[in-house]
């Protein structure tokens, strides 16, 4: 049978409406972390990052929000387009540590 | 344009057959990382490389080997001992080691035939 693995959470919403797609990461000791963009069969692009020092920092249209009490992550999409339509992943990077870490991300859906 | 070419975009292997996946920056950037991608799943290091001459391996380095010759090239070698080698494969770079933003290849769709 298929594996669980196989099927990534799906967020489906209408074109115009705000998406929030929302990560926790594993790690206390992470400072920094990243959201990428991923269009099917492409590379990751980057879209917004942020610091352990920071609690919210805003893109154009985006707006990622930190919680470091309850290790969560969030990106905010604002009138949300069918272009948005990707896998969002979330990544972060251990202090001290060269390299970051991805979660195994989310797919947004935007229908017209 | 600046940016990271991988190439080919698509490749198949047989049996027992090493394969080389390309993967070239004009950047100018110091440090090049290899991630394979499995359906559904997050990217996993494979192995990852700071400077020229040096490479370190990742989570999942088994089966696969790299090197780093000039700063712009980091070919990556999927060998037969990687039994299970179907998956999505990208390149990526970053200004400096330690440097947190990630700037990706496309990516090479390898598959067993």
């Known amino acids: 049978g298929e594996s669980v693995g196989l099927h990534l959470p799906t967020l489906s919403v209408q074109e115009g409406d705000n998406s929030i797609i929302n990560c926790a990461y594993s790690?206390?000791?992470?400072?920094?972390f990243i959201w990428y963009k991923q269009e099917s069969g492409k590379g990751p692009q980057f879209i917004i990052d942020i610091r352990s020092n920071m609690d919210k920092r805003q893109g154009q249209r985006v707006t990622v929000l930190l919680n470091k009490t309850v290790k969560h992550l969030s990106l905010q999409i604002a009138a949300t387009q069918p272009g948005d339509s990707a896998v969002y992943f979330c990544a972060e990077k251990y202090s001290g540590y060269s390299t970051l870490t991805f979660g195994k991300g989310t797919m947004l859906l935007v229908s017209p | 344009d600046g940016g990271i070419t991988q190439s080919p975009k698509y490749l198949f292997r047989k049996e027992g057959q090493n394969v080389t996946l390309s993967c070239e920056q004009n950047l100018n950037h110091d440090a090049m990382y290899w991630y394979r991608q499995d359906p559904g799943q997050g990217l996993r290091l494979i192995y990852y490389?700071?400077?020229?001459?040096?490479?370190q391996k990742g989570d999942i380095a088994e089966g696969y080997s790299v090197s780093r010759e000039k700063k712009e090239s980091f070919p990556l070698t999927v060998t037969s001992a990687q039994k299970n080698p179907t998956a999505f494969y990208l390149c990526?770079?970053?200004?400096?080691?330690?440097?947190?933003?990630?700037?990706f290849g496309s990516g090479t769709q390898l598959s067993v035939l």
């Open positions: 990526a770079s970053s200004a400096q080691g330690g440097d947190e933003k990630l700037f």
């Open positions: 490389s700071q400077i020229v001459n040096d490479f």
């Open positions: 790690n206390s000791a992470s400072d920094y």
